[in-house]
């Protein structure tokens, strides 16, 4: 089975705000952009993976991640994170309807195509599941079988919420890097022991970030 993935990007000059601590304001669209390249280029890789859609109205985001094989869904309704995902699965399924599809979180800069591969897998096996974040709090993956509506609610407390709403939450070993997103400082540490992308190592190397 190959899926399809929705990822939202959010304008860039208003992302990561919680790195400030880590990257000032002149790094931190350069980081979250190196935070999505990462994230698609590895998506592109995963054989489970048919195609990406990167939902934004960020012209910059929309042009570089285009450049790896994404493509491009404008933030109509320009309502929120779950409204850009629930948009972009319309989108896709409008071209195609009988493709299972997932949404996947846009800053996971050390993702594994194999560790993906697992993850899909194993959402395969129910109607809609999720991947909690490294956390435990959030989300990192939903996955919904074709047919399905996505139903997003991301966001604060995001696990539990998919929870309640029916979703089977997922319970894999060794696919950290499916689950850790990069919020804070420390998120951004762990993610580069777990070894990130070029494109965000690229950016973390012009900052002072000690070592855990």
Not at 146 to 168: C, I, K, M, N, Y
């Amino acid at each position: 089975m190959q899926w399809t993935l929705v990822v939202p990007v959010k304008p860039l000059a208003r992302a990561k705000s919680r790195l400030s601590d880590t990257a000032d304001d002149g790094v931190r669209p350069g980081l979250a952009l190196a935070f999505a390249q990462d994230t698609v280029a590895a998506a592109l890789a995963c054989p489970s993976v048919a195609d990406v859609a990167v939902v934004t109205d960020d012209a910059r985001a929309g042009r570089e991640l285009a450049k790896l094989g994404a493509g491009v869904v404008r933030d109509e309704p320009g309502g929120g994170l779950n409204a850009a995902l629930a948009h972009g699965a319309t989108a896709v399924r409008a071209v195609r309807s009988d493709i299972p599809v997932a949404a996947l979180n846009a800053d996971l800069p050390a993702l594994r195509p194999a560790e993906l591969a697992r993850v899909l897998s194993a959402a395969a096996q129910f109607p809609r599941a999720f991947l909690p974040d490294a956390a435990g709090i959030g989300t990192t993956l939903l996955a919904v079988a074709p047919g399905r509506e996505l139903a997003p609610a991301f966001g604060t407390d995001s696990r539990a919420r998919h929870r309640a709403s029916g979703a089977v939450e997922l319970s894999l070993d060794a696919v950290r890097s499916v689950r850790q997103d990069v919020d804070t400082g420390d998120d951004l540490r762990s993610a580069l022991a777990l070894g990130v992308g070029p494109h965000t190592a690229a950016v973390a190397a012009r900052l002072l970030i000690p070592r855990q």
